[in-house]
């Protein structure tokens, strides 16, 4: 019975941990919180941890996998204005995207 609660509780905490990843994602690709906001959070000696989805150093999250699993994840949880800016944003990558690269 014991493993079964520890299991659940297990659940539970991945599961707030994917959501916090998932917002935390949806602030990096709003540009609403930056790299560098972390960063300084981490030298004032106050950081929180900070989950993503993909890791900050490589990219920012603005590719269509990466928001692709956004939408879906806000749609899930109806926050359909999380997903409308997401759309928007990329529309708005896949557009300069094709610019830079013509054979897209």
């Known amino acids: 019975m014991e493993e079964n609660d520890d299991m659940e509780l297990n659940f539970y905490q991945d599961l707030a941990l994917y959501n916090e990843a998932m917002n935390n994602a949806y602030l990096i690709?709003?540009?609403?919180?930056?790299?560098?906001?972390?960063?300084?959070?981490?030298?004032?000696?106050?950081?929180?941890p900070f989950y993503l989805p993909f890791d900050p150093i490589d990219?920012?999250?603005?590719?269509?996998?990466?928001?692709?699993?956004?939408?879906?994840?806000?749609?899930e949880l109806e926050d359909y204005e999380k997903c409308a800016k997401l759309i928007?944003?990329?529309?708005?990558?896949?557009?300069?995207?094709?610019?830079?690269?013509?054979?897209?």
């Open 59 to 75: 990219k920012d999250g603005r590719d269509s996998g990466t928001i692709d699993l956004l939408i879906s994840h806000f749609e």
């Open 88 to 104: 928007k944003i990329k529309d708005i990558c896949s557009e300069t995207q094709t610019e830079l690269d013509p054979q897209l």
């Open 29 to 48: 690709i709003t540009k609403e919180k930056t790299v560098d906001d972390i960063y300084h959070e981490i030298e004032s000696g106050t950081p929180e």
